[in-house]
Nanobody, 122 residues
Framework: QVQLVESGGGLVQAGGSLRLSCAAS????????MGWYRQAPGKQRELVAL???????NYADSAKGRFTIFRDNAKNTVYLEMNSLKPEDTAVYYC????????????????WGQGTQVTVSS
């Protein structure tokens, strides 16, 4: 079984920074695309940033210039560096990945973490 565990969320003032991490554990051969999504109460989950195995990235317009996604393949971990935070960034942030299982070499699609709360005060 593959599990994603997010950490690093918390309460921060507007203009501040947080670094989120997401560590994948289990019998993992490799991970291709990893991403961060967020969901505010009463709203749909939305993409924040994606990163593939070659470190190519994509960002939502709301994240460009403020957030940076990066990964440590040796640790099967993806990070989201969040700078210049705004109150509208307040949401539960979720990690997503499509790991390849070590033994079977089968890709498991859309594994999600439990989420970590980010609250930005004005």
């Amino acid at each position: 079984q593959v599990q994603l565990v997010e950490s690093g969320g918390g309460l921060v003032q507007a203009g501040g920074s947080l670094r989120l991490s997401c560590a994948a554990s289990g019998s993992i051969f490799s991970i291709g695309i990893m991403g961060w999504y967020r969901q505010a109460p009463g709203k749909q989950r939305e993409l924040v940033a994606l990163i593939d195995g070659r470190a190519s990235t994509n960002y939502a317009d709301s994240a460009k210039g403020r957030f940076t996604i990066f990964r440590d393949n040796a640790k099967n971990t993806v990070y989201l560096e969040m700078n210049s935070l705004k109150p509208e960034d307040t949401a539960v942030y979720y990690c997503n990945a499509d790991p390849v299982i070590l033994t079977s070499r089968i890709r498991v699609f859309n594994v999600w973490g439990q989420g970590t709360q980010v609250t930005v005060s004005s």
